[in-house]
């Protein structure tokens, strides 16, 4: 079940939201999280719109992947965290697998699968993993 959203008052007086959401971890979660992006990209808007319009399409694929890759590899809760920085907005998905993710090949033949990791590098300017005693914390940074 998604809490509420938390607004982060580093940046409010900026009118610059943020927004952290729990997932228990089921896959109608995938959904619950691309429905937060969504709510989380339109108020931001309300304050700045996207250098280019295929940025709020490419944010909202990679926290689909993200959140899509935390219920099939981390069984269990994921928070979902996103805020704006300077020159874009900042996700953060952390899960309960301490195993970084990696790159598998794309087979389309064997029902495919294996795209996720490359397309998050793709679209994202940087992307790292920070694993913990909890999990990992996967920081994807994006162009707004």
């Known amino acids: 079940m998604a809490s509420e959203p938390h607004r982060d008052d580093t940046l409010a007086t900026e009118g610059i939201p943020s927004r952290t959401e729990h997932f228990a971890g089921e896959l109608h979660h995938v959904t619950g999280a691309r429905l937060a992006a969504e709510e989380f990209l339109d108020d931001l808007a309300r304050h700045c719109l996207p250098a280019a319009p295929e940025h709020w399409d490419d944010i909202l694929l990679v926290v689909t992947e993200l959140a899509a890759n935390a219920v099939q590899y981390a069984p269990g809760p994921f928070v979902l965290r996103m805020r704006r920085t ?52 996967v920081h994807v940074f994006l162009p707004w």
Not at 111 to 125: F, M, R
Request: no cysteine; charged share 20%; glycine share 14%.
């Open 86 to 137: 300077f020159d874009g907005v900042h996700v953060t998905l952390s899960d309960t697998s301490r195993t970084p993710p990696e790159p598998r090949p794309f087979r389309p033949s064997s029902g495919g699968g294996g795209i996720g990791w490359h397309l998050i590098h793709t679209l994202s300017d940087q992307v790292s993993v920070v694993v913990n005693e909890h999990g990992k914390d």
